[in-house]
Structures are given as C-alpha cells and as structure tokens.
C-alpha cells in the first residue's frame, strides 16, 4: 500500500501473473486512476473506501474463460485487490467510478487549500 500523495497514486499490491495496466495522474479537481482491464463488465469490479484507504477489487475470470474449448487462460488474481492510501484532503463520498470500453476510471475529486502565501514585513 502507497501514499497517494507521496507516490503519486502508485498501485500498492503487485500480482502475480498477469495484472491490470494501470494509470494516474493529478487533475485540477484531485486524481484520476485508470486500470486497463478488458474483457470485464462493471460487475466484475468491487470499490470502495475504508479507513482513507481506496481498494480495487477485481473479479476473477475464471468462469469466464472456463470452457470446454478453452486451451490456455490468463487470469486476474482475485485474491490480490489494488490499493492506494489517500490523502486528508480527498472528498471520499464524491469518488465516481465508470467502466467504459475495457477501462475503468477512478475518479477522486480533492479539495485544495488556498495559496496562503504572503509577505512578511521587518520592523
């Protein structure tokens, strides 16, 4: 588990095998992750907060890609949920999520602090 501040939204958990491609930056109104994870459905993924710690936890395709053809399969780990440790100022209730042709988006608006800087004058 990562500090979202410090690493800059960092995955924290590295599966095994194969795993999800996954994307972060900072916008103007806090984070955004994007995890690559095609050939899922909305259904397939579980979200949530706990603790200002955002896990993502993805569905195995094990029923998926169990069938009598089937010759070779790569599978997500279920066992291993992504994590990223959020900073004090993410508004956790506001985190959106949207699975949109084989991506899916975090959404994580922060509220920033006013640039406080000012001068101080010598007497």
């Known amino acids: 588990m990562y500090d979202l501040f410090d690493t800059f939204l960092s995955p924290g958990?590295?599966?095994?095998g194969?795993?999800?491609t996954t994307k972060s930056r900072q916008t103007s109104d806090g984070y955004e992750i994007e995890l690559a994870a095609?050939?899922?459905s909305?259904?397939?993924?579980?979200i949530n907060v706990d603790e200002n710690i955002l896990t993502v936890q993805v569905k195995s395709l094990d029923e998926k890609?169990?069938?009598a053809n089937t010759l070779?399969?790569?599978l997500y780990n279920k066992a291993q949920p992504y994590r990223?440790?959020?900073p004090e100022n993410v508004l956790n209730e506001q985190i959106t999520a949207r699975y949109d042709a084989?991506?899916?988006t975090v959404s994580i608006p922060a509220k920033y602090k006013e640039n406080n800087k000012f001068e101080i004058k010598v007497s």
């Open 13 to 16: 958990v590295q599966l095994s």
């Open 18 to 20: 194969p795993r999800l």
């Open 38 to 40: 095609p050939g899922l």
């Open 42 to 46: 909305r259904s397939d993924f579980r």
């Open 65 to 67: 890609a169990s069938g």
């Open 72 to 74: 070779r399969s790569y």
């Open 84 to 86: 990223w440790k959020l």
């Open 102 to 104: 084989g991506i899916l």
